[in-house]
């Protein structure tokens, strides 16, 4: 990797976080009602594109393992918990498999 | 930045719920430099910590280098993983107030898990996004310094490749509010994965793509 690689990667990525946080208007309040429902749908769209690759094939059992002892927990609604439940599951699978 | 004067009060427990993410974080950064160290060399490995500030970015970036592609293919895949910055701070302008240039500044410290933790607060979100984004660079600098200098990282990788979707999934949890949130993070999901078996070439914009779907669903219990 080059420096100027470097510099271009971190242009594109401040840029992508600042460009709509600094440069976006206050938002009307309908719009910003259809936001507010974005937050959960997002992280669980993350979770199920790191669990599913391209073409269907899964991650590894442990993962899912990990994923599905995060799941869990969500009552609890708790990252600590989740990150706890998912690491356990994560080990007792890597250790029966 | 327009937030009440009790921002010591709200700077504790901020601190306090973002503190296990941070050890996550750093565990992270252990892996990420490691690798980064042998991939690099020291100084581009800490550099790109101290500029990206992104594990999703920064190991995909480790990996295709290692694979031999080329700046082109790189730039583009950064691309695309960072378009779900463009959703986190849209999503965050109509909570923070204060100038442009302070928004600017704490867009520095957006990324997902101080987002998750500053929308999952609901309330003094400046703080909250400046609180644990602070604290996550930190551990993140600690962690690539540590790997770089040659921490363990055995058998870390493995738990790494864990650790984003449950923090993912944990993110989600916290977020979600009530019924409609988690009903709408379950469709999400759903969406995303079934994006991967039928439409494998947009799967890198997937979850936006999914999420401000199931945004525009209207609310079933209003």
């Known amino acids: 990797m080059s420096w100027e690689l470097l510099a271009g990667l971190g242009i594109l990525t401040y840029g992508s976080r600042a460009v709509a946080l600094a440069l976006l208007p206050t938002v009307p309040p309908r719009l910003a009602a259809i936001m507010d429902r974005m937050p959960s749908a997002l992280f669980a769209g993350l979770a199920a594109h790191a669990l599913v690759i391209p073409g269907g094939v899964l991650a590894e059992p442990p993962v899912l393992a990990a994923a599905a002892g995060a799941m869990a927990v969500t009552p609890f609604r708790s990252v600590p918990i989740c990150l706890a439940a998912g690491l356990a599951a994560y080990g007792l699978t890597a250790l029966i498999g | ?177 009530g019924r409609d949130g988690v009903t709408r993070a379950i469709a999400a999901g759903l969406l995303v994965a079934g994006s991967a078996f039928l439409v494998p070439d947009l799967h890198a914009f997937a979850p936006i793509i999914a999420a401000v779907l199931v945004a525009l669903l209207p609310r079933r219990d209003g």
Not at chain 2, 166 to 175: K, P, R, S, W
């Open chain 2, 1 to 177: 930045m327009t937030e009440p004067a009790d921002t010591a009060s709200v700077l504790r427990p901020s601190l306090l719920a973002a503190a296990p993410l941070a050890a996550a974080i750093g565990v992270f950064g252990i892996v990420y430099g490691a690798a980064g160290a042998v991939e690099f060399g020291a100084p581009l490995t800490i550099a790109m910590s101290l500029v990206v500030f992104s594990g999703a970015v920064q190991f995909a970036v480790l990996g295709l280098l290692a694979g031999g592609a080329g700046a082109a293919a790189v730039l583009v895949t950064v691309l695309a993983l960072n378009a779900r910055n463009l959703v986190l701070g849209a999503v965050l302008r109509s909570r923070l107030g204060g100038t442009r240039w302070q928004r600017a500044g704490m867009a520095w410290f957006l990324v997902d898990e101080s987002f998750g933790l500053a929308v999952a607060a609901r309330k003094h979100t400046a703080t909250v996004l400046l609180a644990s984004g602070v604290l996550f660079y930190a551990a993140w600098q600690v962690g690539t310094v540590l790997g770089v200098l040659g921490a363990q990282a055995v058998g870390l990788e493995g738990v790494a490749s864990a650790v984003f979707p449950v923090l993912f999934i944990g993110l989600a949890a916290i977020t979600a509010g």
